[in-house]
T-cell receptor, first 113, second 113 residues
Framework: DAGVIQSPRHEVTEMGQEVTLRCKPISGHDYLFWYRQTMMRGLELLIYFNNNVPIDDSGMPEDRFSAKMPNASFSTLKIQPSEPRDSAVYFC???????????FGPGTRLTVL | AQKITQTQPGMFVQEKEAVTLDCTYDTSDQSYGLFWYKQPSSGEMIFLIY??????QNATEGRYSLNFQKARKSANLVISASQLGDSAMYFC??????????FGTGTRLQVFP
């Protein structure tokens, strides 16, 4: 079975540019999570969805960040405008309702110059 | 508020020996879950094992077991018969009544021949 799929795997952009990260959860999973990993802050939850509806977005840093889940098999995390401090690895994870285990994608390494 | 503490920044173990990675937690939730993830140098987050707060038996998954001591609020990971491929960062995480995972700072395990 395919795991969580993220694209791109690496993204290098310049400050001020728009960045869009993409995620396809595991088929049949109705929860989707976006996490960010940095050296300073470790792993932290940004937002999560249940049945395509945002449930908790308290971790979204500021208005420059937005996330959408237009259908059960696709989600985006957008940063506009990007800043150097957004440089991090962004993980998408998914889980099935009724279960607690979250399965992570390979991550997107974002570098903002 | 929930908190996960991993006090061992790094651990060394010889191949074929067992190793224990420490994790303590704090939460006011009555129902919660504890997780361990492995992050190899390639960067992906690999789910290892899960323990629910009401589970009476310690969780085991192959060479991994979770030593859950509720009164002490500890959830240590035990890896038996270490292999060179076990060298990685290991993260302890927890969830409370929501699905948000809180992660510890991680322990870097190095397995030597």
């Amino acid at each position: 079975d395919a795991g969580v799929i993220q694209s791109p795997r690496h993204e290098v952009t310049e400050m001020g540019q728009e960045v869009t990260l993409r995620c396809k959860p595991i088929s049949g999973h109705d929860y989707l999570f976006w996490y960010r990993q940095t050296m300073m802050r470790g792993l932290e939850l940004l937002i999560y969805f249940n049945n395509n509806v945002p449930i908790d977005d308290s971790g979204m840093p500021e208005d420059r960040f937005s996330a959408k889940m237009p259908n059960a098999s696709f989600s985006t995390l957008k940063i506009q405008p990007s800043e150097p401090r957004d440089s991090a690895v962004y993980f998408c994870a998914s889980k099935r309702g009724g279960r607690d285990e979250q399965f992570f994608g390979p991550g997107t390494r974002l570098t903002v110059l | 508020a929930q908190k996960i503490t991993q006090t061992q920044p790094g651990m060394f173990v010889q191949e074929k020996e067992a190793v224990t990675l420490d994790c303590t937690y704090d939460t006011s939730d009555q129902s919660y879950g504890l997780f361990w993830y492995k992050q190899p140098s390639s960067g992906e987050m690999i789910f290892l094992i899960y323990q629910g707060s009401y589970d009476e038996q310690n969780a085991t998954e192959g060479r991994y077991s979770l030593n859950f001591q509720k009164a002490r609020k500890s959830a240590n990971l035990v890896i038996s018969a270490s292999q060179l491929g076990d060298s990685a960062m290991y993260f302890c995480a927890m969830k409370g009544w929501t699905d948000k995972l809180i992660f510890g700072t991680g322990t870097r395990l190095q397995v030597f021949p």
